[in-house]
């Protein structure tokens, strides 16, 4: 992380596109800020784009803006986020998800500092500095023919890669210390202690979900505590070696059996184990499962159940909808 430090404050100092690799939740919006923060665009806009939770018409238009007309619902002239990212930078997260005719307009953006909006024949010239990010190693998907490869060397003039969490236990007190002032601070609690074994137990663990995970199982053990010392009984059963989290109904574990026997007598399967599309509907139940007790903990609040889910809010939002679970609770 020392070394992730003192590249971001060089590069910060430049124009240079950058590439941020690292696994889900290790903190590439966050460095992705301090490129922003530490460069002379720090007066400008930071615009960031999830190009994994629109489709390709929606991210197009999201990123390069449309005029009215162009399509089905274009009510009015739109300004993209290209465009409102001018003298500042553009954060385009999970970029492994565009199109390859997306990925075309990209290279000419980050070639030309040029495009047209959706509909459109007049040219909108732009000085956005990109940073984009990947969970995937880029490489991989050059040679699965996902990615463009010129695409990926107009991005990658320098990289950054985050390492994941388990691969940096020692930053784990400091972590946990950041969170808990973090979080007493909002929630009005005084948890300044930690117990040895509790902390031991974290740096035991192996953090599948990185900085994330530890970020909102601190925030549970603020809220949950009744003292001042964070304890191993506020820590996950995960945390401290026990079975992972499961979707439940009722008392009763939702394994695969129960879930099949279920969907047979709920008509919506049939009773062939063999059927196509039993094992997505299967996963859908737990999905649709979990979200709704996550929406329930969380008081219907979908910034905060995302980031329990470790999704973003979009994808919630989306998922809420397919789903029937829509509620009229706050959105943040």
């Not at 930690?194 to 995970?213: C, F, M, S, T």
């Not at 499962?289 to 980031?307: F, H, N, P, R, W």
Request: negative net charge; hydrophobic residues 35%.
């Amino acid at each position: 992380m020392s070394e992730v430090y003192r590249v971001t404050r060089q590069v910060a100092k430049s124009n240079a596109s950058v590439l941020l690799l690292g696994e889900t939740g290790t903190g590439k919006e966050l460095i992705a800020k301090a490129v922003h923060q530490l460069s002379p665009r720090s007066s400008g806009p930071f615009v960031r784009v999830n190009c994994g939770a629109l489709t390709e018409s929606l991210l197009e238009s999201e990123l390069f803006g449309h005029v009215r007309g162009s399509f089905t619902g274009a009510v009015a002239n739109r300004t993209g986020r290209f465009e409102a990212a001018h003298t500042g930078t553009i954060f385009l997260d999970e970029i492994n998800s565009t199109t390859p005719k997306l990925q075309v307009k990209l290279l000419r953006v980050l070639q030309e500092r040029e495009f047209e909006r959706v509909g459109d024949t007049q040219t909108i010239r732009v000085d956005t500095r990109v940073i984009a990010a990947s969970n995937r190693e880029l490489l991989d998907e050059v040679e699965k023919d996902h990615f463009r490869e010129d695409l990926y060397y107009r991005l990658n003039v320098v990289q950054i890669t985050l390492p994941p969490l388990r691969q940096r236990r020692e930053d784990i007190p400091e972590l946990v210390g950041h969170f808990l002032n973090i979080y007493n601070e909002e929630n009005d609690r005084y948890v300044v202690h930690i117990d040895r074994k509790a902390l031991d137990a974290l740096q035991d663990y192996h953090w599948p979900g990185n900085v994330r995970e530890l970020q909102n199982y601190i925030e549970r053990a603020v809220v949950m505590a009744t003292g001042d010392e964070l304890t191993c009984d506020l820590l996950p059963p995960a945390v401290l070696g026990g079975a992972p989290a499961r979707a439940w109904r009722g008392s009763r574990p939702m394994d695969m059996e129960t879930l099949t026997v279920e969907l047979v007598q709920q008509g919506l399967a049939a009773a062939s184990p063999q059927e196509d599309n039993l094992h997505m509907k299967i996963v859908n139940r737990v999905e649709r499962e979990l979200i709704a007790q996550v929406m329930q903990a969380c008081d219907s609040v979908q910034t905060k159940a995302a980031g329990k889910l470790g999704i973003n809010r979009n994808t919630l939002h989306k998922k809420l909808k397919e789903y029937g679970l829509e509620s009229d609770g706050p959105a943040e």
